[in-house]
């Protein structure tokens, strides 16, 4: 018997990377469940965006970016969208990278331990390497299968740590309420964005 788990885990795993674990670290320990809100509520608004994204591939035949370009008849608009569009993309990508190689680095760290800036930098370095060598190197399956692993070593780590914690339920549905604590907002926009 063969086991499928389907492109879930892909989607998972493109979603929840080691930034968006040190994005949630953080705020758990900054806030504790004062901001579990966010996360309701950024994943209502990925599952619109992305079934919105998928209708207009379908029906359209056209990714994001093609139906603006289409929608603007005006060369000089066209121009600017196209500059703003690469540019999105450009500073998006390299930000969500940054936070994946980031949030590795830290968590590496804190599994070797953390001997300064230096290391942390090597760390980045390394991870990036490797990632390069696995997207270059490998094909499709290779990295489908790693991305899947990843994200059953998240799922599992998760998981037993729910379990070893034990957290107040009370207080986890009182923070579905929406509210900002006081020096939250930035830990609130990142928790949205990642």
């Known amino acids: 018997m063969k086991l499928s788990i389907g492109p879930g885990a892909l989607v998972a795993a493109a979603f929840i990377g080691p930034g968006t674990v040190t994005a949630c670290t953080v705020a758990g ?17 990925t599952i619109i965006l992305q079934s919105m994204a998928a209708r207009l591939g379908v029906g359209a ?9 289409r929608t603007a008849g ?7 969208l196209a500059v703003l ?3 999105a993309l450009g500073l998006g990508n390299a930000a969500y990278e ?14 070797i331990g953390d001997n300064g800036p230096s290391q942390t930098k090597n760390v980045v370095l390394v991870l990036s390497l490797l990632a390069a060598a696995v997207l270059l190197l490998g094909g499709y399956k290779i990295v489908e299968k790693l991305l899947i692993g990843l994200v059953l070593i998240m799922a599992l780590s ?10 107040d339920i009370g207080s986890m549905l009182s923070g579905l309420i929406p509210s900002v ?14």
């Open 29 to 45: 320990a900054s806030f504790g469940f004062a901001l579990i809100w966010t996360l309701v509520f950024a994943t209502f608004a």
């Open 61 to 69: 035949r056209l990714g994001l970016g093609e139906a603006l370009m």
């Open 74 to 80: 005006n060369p000089v608009l066209k121009g600017v």
């Open 85 to 87: 569009i690469l540019a």
């Open 98 to 111: 940054a936070g994946n190689l980031t949030g590795g680095a830290l968590g590496i760290d804190a599994i």
């Open 158 to 167: 998760f998981t037993v740590s729910a379990i070893l914690v034990r957290p």
């Open 181 to 194: 604590p006081e020096g939250g907002l930035l830990t609130a926009i990142a928790l949205i964005g990642t």
